[in-house]
């Protein structure tokens, strides 16, 4: 069972237990010797290390996204924790508990499926329902969807993150497209469960969160839009203008070519989604950022990202 983990690491302690190799690179010293710099992870975050002896015969040994046995030591190096390894050798996945190593969804991943399930429900439209069940309703499909993560780094990047993010967005499309006048509501409904539904496909998120051949190859866009294809045409019903207003919220859901979206949105209800897609992307990417601040800091550190700081807010201590 693993006991050390990353987030718990201060500089002093000695390291002898799992973790991914989330990063593996080999460098050259002044004497013409190699040396090792590695990035490891586990559920609670990464830390650098650095291996400086007996690097060649590794090369082969170690492979990024290998479970890996380390023995070292613990130090700092330019502000951050940075571990120095003595040694370092593969490690079986068998015996290992693999959620001690990815990150996780807070939320119960049965309830958020079934709340989905009962916004389904709520849909009029027959076709856009058919739609929906033909993924939900799909075992396969179902298991995918409840585990994949909805980033790698930005957002919902944990187990069950594509789940929670879509859930979410659902329900902000419920709230949106009965405030204003005029929307087709169960189209809107409708693309915001599926508008990320090709991240089952992009990532691989066994031991850690990465981009599988298909997402670095096509995107989660392209996938998702092929995927609907895949199941609108077992629906005899389903309007072809539809399909199409459709695929479109799925194609501009990030707003623009500069963001990953072949086209900007040109419906009101693309508007929408990409505007509580952004919302609900940036308030989960704030928050991750600020649970890793120390939690006697009132501010955080530089988001480069979005080039600011947050605001965490002043404790108050009660008398």
């Known amino acids: 069972m693993k ?5 718990k690491l201060t500089p002093g302690d000695s390291i002898d237990d799992i973790f991914i190799l989330s ?3 080999i460098f050259q010293k002044k004497d013409g010797n190699n040396f090792l710099t590695i990035t490891i992870s586990d559920k609670t975050g990464t830390a650098k290390g650095v291996k400086w002896d007996n690097v060649d015969e590794l090369t082969d040994k ?3 996204g290998d479970l890996v046995h380390i023995k070292g030591s613990v130090s700092e190096y330019n502000g951050a924790l940075q571990v120095v390894v003595k040694k370092i050798e593969p490690c079986s996945m068998d015996d290992v508990d693999l959620s001690a190593f990815l990150p996780a969804t807070k939320h119960d991943i049965n309830g ?3 709340r989905l399930l009962q916004i389904i429900e709520s849909i009029e439209t027959a076709y856009y329902k058919k739609l929906l069940k033909l993924f939900l309703y799909d075992e396969k499909f179902a298991t995918q969807f409840k585990a ?4 790698k780094k930005m957002h919902h990047a944990y187990v069950g993150g594509l789940l929670e993010h879509s859930l979410s967005v659902a329900v902000l499309a419920t709230k949106t497209g009965s405030h204003y006048s005029g929307i087709d509501t169960d189209l809107l409904i409708t693309g915001a469960i599926l508008h990320d539904l090709g991240k089952t496909k992009e990532f691989t998120y066994e031991t850690s969160i990465d981009y599988s051949d298909e997402g670095r190859l096509l995107n989660h866009i392209v996938i998702g839009v092929e995927m609907i294809n895949e ?5 005899d019903d389903f309007p072809e203008e539809k399909a199409l207003l459709l695929k479109h919220m799925i194609v501009s859901h990030h707003g623009n070519r500069e963001f990953g979206s072949p086209e900007p949105p040109k419906t009101i209800e693309a508007v929408i989604l990409n505007h509580i897609d952004e919302i609900d992307s940036k308030v989960n990417g704030i928050r991750q950022f600020m649970e890793k601040e120390s939690p006697n800091e009132t501010w955080t550190s530089y988001h480069r990202l979005l080039e600011r700081y947050f605001y965490i807010g002043r404790k108050t201590t009660s008398k």
């Open 3 to 7: 006991k050390q983990f990353i987030d």
């Open 23 to 25: 990063e593996k690179k």
């Open 62 to 64: 170690i492979v990024k």
């Open 112 to 114: 958020m499926f079934n």
């Open 148 to 151: 994949a993560p909805a980033g």
């Open 231 to 235: 199941k609108i045409i077992q629906i």
